[in-house]
């Protein structure tokens, strides 16, 4: 009997512990991102949100497409000259790294109108290319304050304009070219993720 009511308080200061370290790793992580509630209170975090949730929706529609439909371009319809799946996905990639590559003051690349000169080619090489630019984005999008926000910024993708001014360009680019894969994967008979998530039916 001893033996059971040791083992049990024991499994009781195990289990208050446990909680003890995950609510204080909770309680670090939303002082890292500056949030009151749900409201975020720092410049960098109120576009970071949305920034982060634009990303998530184009990711899922690039990973969506089967890879031997990478190369597809509509047809029916007026799609002249329009880029394939693969080239937009390469340009988004490319186009976030020039628009926080002109935030830090740095030269962006030459060419993301065709997606730039990464090598990436393969639904696996572009997935990747795409993930590293997020991550880039995110990183020099916390760098974004009060003080800085209005601070001028050069480069021909979307400058000049402020520091401010190129993270929202930023978000509203990839949503324009999520909105136009969305159609790309409808007329391969696939329903975005975001669309199967949320359920939303066909009236």
């Avoid at 974004?144 to 190129?166: C, F, H, Q, S, W």
């Avoid at 993720?193 to 066909?202: A, F, L, S």
Wanted: net charge neutral; aromatic share 10%.
């Amino acid at each position: 009997m001893k033996t059971e009511l040791i083992l049990m308080l024991l499994i009781g200061v195990g289990i208050c512990t446990a909680q003890t370290k995950a609510n204080s790793v909770t309680k670090g992580k939303m002082a890292q991102r500056s949030f009151v509630g749900d409201v975020p209170t720092t410049v960098a975090d109120s576009v970071a949100e949305t920034l982060k949730f634009a990303e998530a929706n184009f990711l899922g529609v690039a990973e969506a497409m089967p890879e031997k439909k990478y190369d597809y371009v509509p047809t029916s319809g007026k799609f002249d000259d329009v880029r394939s799946f693969a080239e937009q996905v390469k340009h988004v990639a490319c186009a976030q790294f020039a628009f926080f590559n002109e935030f830090e003051g740095k030269k962006p690349p030459d060419d993301c109108e065709k997606g730039g000169h990464d090598p990436a080619k393969t639904k696996a090489e572009l997935i990747k290319y795409l993930k590293d630019s997020f991550d880039y984005s995110n990183r020099v999008l916390a760098m974004l304050t009060a003080n800085n926000a209005l601070d001028r910024v050069e480069g021909r993708y979307a400058g000049p304009n402020t520091k401010l001014g190129i993270s929202v360009v930023a978000v509203w680019h990839i949503t324009d070219h999520y909105g136009q894969l969305v159609e790309y994967l409808r007329l391969n008979g696939i329903v975005p993720p975001m669309t199967q998530k949320y359920g939303v039916k066909v009236r």
